[in-house]
């Protein structure tokens, strides 16, 4: 249920700061890969601490398959809780835009 898909996505980013304060970079690149769905409801949730920016406030947006999103989170420490997001990029699948040479040969092995 949406229910539930929240609760995941809410203990997924508590588990997340959780596990960033405990890495040596004060601002971790750190990759999440799931579907279009989970990705979807990530992108709701963050959307709560976001700014007015072009990314947050958007309609229901098509997630291409392999479609990439970034964010920017900051969080208090001492609270453990999100206290900003930005994103900067959304659902965006420009990379499968990308076409294949034909000219160039192609190996199977």
């Given amino acids: 249920s949406v229910v ?5 996505v ?3 980013l508590r ?3 959780r596990k960033s304060l405990t890495l040596p970079s ?3 690149t750190i990759l999440c890969v799931s579907h279009g769905l989970f990705l979807k409801e990530l992108h709701r949730v963050l959307s709560r601490f976001g700014s007015s ?10 997630y291409p398959n392999t479609g990439v999103s970034q964010y920017r989170i900051g969080f208090g420490e ?4 999100i206290q900003q997001a ?5 659902a965006c699948g420009d990379h499968l835009e990308a076409r294949i040479n034909t000219s160039d040969p192609i190996f199977i092995a």
Avoid at 4 to 8: K, V
């Fill in 4 to 8: 539930d898909l929240r609760t995941r």
């Fill in 26 to 28: 004060k601002e971790p």
């Fill in 10 to 12: 809410e203990e997924f």
């Fill in 15 to 17: 588990q997340l700061i």
């Fill in 78 to 81: 001492a609270e453990e809780e």
């Fill in 53 to 62: 920016g072009p990314m947050f406030g958007q309609g229901d947006v098509s």
């Fill in 86 to 90: 930005e994103c900067e990029v959304y």
